[in-house]
């Protein structure tokens, strides 16, 4: 058995969610081989050679793969899938925009969200917003799995000596274009990268609440910013901050939740924080149930005397 990981790029280096697929891709058994699909790529070629048990790395260069399109990268993905058992993506926007064009072509089911590889056939995965885990055993010939990053420790990124075999990549298929992007720019860590992160509700009341109070607490733990959906919506925080089922799945050392209910829909993008803090003046809000810690309190008063204390 061989097991494909289709890496995350920016064709220079290698994103943290392809390490933490990898270490997936290496429990379902035999080797472990990455997909760089890319332009310009052979930096992240040569940095994929070196992410701890990985055996080969296969670098398709066409400038059609420079953003990662959907169609193009879904195509080069069948044009080798046949050398493979498992084929396996990162649960991220992207790895969910390829993996289903890829099943479907494949015409195999998809396992999504995998958080377990019990064995080569066999995985857990959350159900019901992850108030219920499923065992999932795939009797295709092919497995397609996403890999929730947060279940999986990421493989170390130094330390392999994987061959690096350049093919030729299959031709545009011509059905999207990029046209651009806007990248929002910030000296905070990346939201699914940091180690801390503070979060607020809606019950901050507005976006220069928001700003006020939690962004003092932020610059104080060198944390990242999120927020609820309930914020989001109400344009208290940008859409990126979303945490949450239908925003960003985050596992941080901290999580500091303030004003946020703890709705399942939240509740399933980070529950998986190694230590949660809640502050929340309502004393049945859901929060307090998966908190290790726990302040009943008015988040305008409190949330600026812990920014003090610190």
């Not at 040569?46 to 992410?51: K, M, S, T």
């Not at 089911?109 to 056939?121: L, N």
């Given at each position: 058995?061989?097991?494909?990981?289709?890496?995350?790029?920016?064709?220079?280096?290698?994103?943290?969610?392809?390490?933490?697929?990898?270490?997936?891709?290496?429990?379902?058994?035999?080797?472990?081989?990455?997909?760089?699909?890319?332009?310009?790529?052979?930096?992240?070629?040569?940095?994929?050679?070196?992410?701890?048990?990985?055996?080969?790395?296969?670098?398709?260069?066409?400038?059609?793969?420079?953003?990662?399109?959907?169609?193009?990268?879904?195509?080069?993905?069948?044009?080798?899938?046949?050398?493979?058992?498992?084929?396996?993506?990162?649960?991220?926007?992207?790895?969910?925009?390829?993996?289903?064009?890829?099943?479907?072509?494949?015409?195999?089911?998809?396992?999504?969200?995998?958080?377990?590889?019990?064995?080569?056939?066999?995985?857990?995965?959350?159900?019901?917003?992850?108030?219920?885990?499923?065992?999932?055993?795939?009797?295709?010939?092919?497995k397609v799995i996403t890999v929730r990053t947060t279940g999986f420790d990421p493989a170390s990124a130094t330390g392999g000596s994987?061959?690096?075999?350049?093919?030729?990549?299959?031709?545009?298929?011509?059905?999207?274009?990029?046209?651009?992007?806007?990248?929002?720019?910030?000296?905070?860590?990346?939201?699914?990268?940091?180690?801390?992160?503070?979060?607020?509700?809606?019950?901050?009341?507005?976006?220069?609440?928001?700003?006020?109070?939690?962004?003092?607490?932020?610059?104080?733990?060198?944390?990242?910013?999120?927020?609820?959906?309930?914020?989001?919506?109400?344009?208290?925080?940008?859409?990126?901050?979303?945490?949450?089922?239908?925003?960003?799945?985050?596992?941080?050392?901290?999580?500091?939740?303030?004003?946020?209910?703890?709705?399942?829909?939240?509740?399933?993008?980070?529950?998986?924080?190694?230590?949660?803090?809640?502050?929340?003046?309502?004393?049945?809000?859901?929060?307090?149930?998966?908190?290790?810690?726990?302040?009943?309190?008015?988040?305008?008063?409190?949330?600026?005397?812990?920014?003090?204390?610190?």
């Open positions: 058995m061989t097991a494909l990981v289709i890496a995350e790029h920016d064709n220079a280096s290698i994103k943290g969610a392809t390490l933490n697929t990898v270490t997936a891709a290496a429990q379902c058994g035999g080797d472990v081989h990455v997909l760089i699909a890319g332009h310009n790529a052979s930096a992240a070629a040569a940095a994929a050679a070196q992410i701890a048990g990985v055996t080969k790395v296969i670098h398709a260069e066409g400038e059609h793969f420079a953003h990662g399109l959907a169609e193009n990268v879904a195509a080069q993905v069948l044009a080798i899938a046949s050398s493979y058992s498992h084929i396996l993506f990162p649960a991220t926007a992207g790895g969910k925009n390829v993996a289903p064009r890829v099943a479907a072509r494949l015409d195999v089911g998809q396992v999504s969200d995998i958080t377990r590889v019990e064995s080569p056939d066999t995985f857990e995965r959350p159900i019901y917003a992850g108030n219920a885990i499923a065992t999932v055993q795939a009797t295709d010939a092919v994987a061959t690096v075999e350049t093919v030729t990549g299959v031709a545009d298929s011509g059905k999207s274009t990029f046209v651009g992007n806007e990248i929002a720019k910030s000296e905070r860590p990346e939201l699914t990268a940091a180690k801390i992160i503070v979060s607020g509700g809606r019950a901050l009341g507005s976006a220069e609440k928001f700003n006020e109070v939690m962004t003092p607490l932020a610059d104080k733990l060198g944390a990242a910013m999120g927020a609820s959906r309930a914020a989001v919506d109400a344009g208290y925080a940008p859409n990126d901050w979303q945490v949450g089922q239908t925003g960003k799945i985050v596992a941080p050392q901290l999580y500091v939740a303030c004003g946020i209910s703890g709705a399942i829909q939240h509740l399933a993008g980070m529950k998986d924080s190694k230590v949660i803090v809640a502050i929340n003046k309502d004393p049945e809000a859901p929060i307090f149930s998966v908190a290790d810690y726990g302040l009943e309190a008015d988040l305008f008063t409190a949330v600026p005397e812990l920014v003090a204390a610190l």
